[in-house]
């Protein structure tokens, strides 16, 4: 079998002169076949690289974001809402919320060059990252009316980028949440 392949192969790469070797067609084809293949190959790799980046920046986004709202929403769900209701939760909100915590005390949150601060005695600290660029962060407190017989909610939206904001690269999150303000205090003396 073997020298059945390698009588073949002699035979096929001989040239009529009795010369060895290949055309100069051949090896223009063979060149340029390579060529085409390298190219797409490269393309290839490059938009692997590029999808690789962007599940990057997402990650980092959906990172930052759930942090934010769960510290958030620890802290309201065992806290009393300060101030009053705002409007019907469609067309009116408010840029900051302030919350008067059992342990903590009074706790504010707002948004601050695009990133979201909490602050607690007069100490400032930032709960997001300057990787990204919280656009929209407002509120919307839903059963704090006096009258309304309802269980305080705060409703809470955001719009969050990517940074820096890259036009291939920008990678943007819309979020809804919602957290229900419980009276801890009532709960434990029952």
Known sequence: MMSYLYSFLKKS?????????FSLIELMTTIM??????????NIFAQVMKTQRRGFTGQLVQENVTFVLESMAREIRVSTIQGSPVGDCVSSFANTLTISHPVNGTVTYAVSGNRIQRT???ITAFLSSADVAFTRFN????GSGPTDDKQVRVA???HVESMPVA???????DV???VTSRDV??????
């Open 13 to 21: 790469w001989r040239h009529p002169g009795g010369e060895r070797g």
């Open 167 to 173: 036009a291939a690269n920008k990678f943007t999150v």
């Open 139 to 142: 509120f919307c407190f839903l």
């Open 185 to 190: 205090a009532s709960e434990l003396q029952n």
């Open 176 to 178: 809804q949440t919602t």
């Open 120 to 122: 607690q005695g007069g």
């Open 156 to 158: 809470i939206l955001a």
């Open 33 to 42: 076949i390579f060529s085409v293949i390298m190219v797409s190959v490269g």
